[in-house]
């Protein structure tokens, strides 16, 4: 296991102080599932951008067109931009 120090400012290692107690763990506790947290979040995202770098649009609505029709909550509209390039890319518009 390795050791680094680190530089924070009064004002914030007070309320970090808090925050870690009151989640029951120590300030080092802390940092280190902070940084876990963030390098995880880090990952993931460069993990998706290159899965999504191997799909398109139209391939994503040519599977969602298996689905059973139904309404879409609300929010979870599919832009009309994307019905009607997919529409021009298949030759259905």
Do not use: C, W
């Not at 390795?2 to 309320?15: K, L, M």
């Amino acid at each position: 296991m390795s050791a680094i120090t680190v530089r924070v400012p009064d004002s914030i290692y007070g309320h970090l102080k808090r925050v870690a107690q009151n989640d029951g763990m120590s300030v080092n506790q802390f940092f280190v599932t902070a940084v876990a947290e963030k390098l995880s979040a880090l990952e993931t995202e460069e993990y998706l951008k290159k899965e999504g770098a191997k799909g398109s649009a139209a391939q994503g609505l040519k599977i969602l067109s298996k689905v059973p029709k139904r309404t879409p909550e609300a929010g979870d509209e599919l832009p009309a931009k994307y019905i009607k390039r997919a529409a021009r890319k298949s030759g259905r518009s």
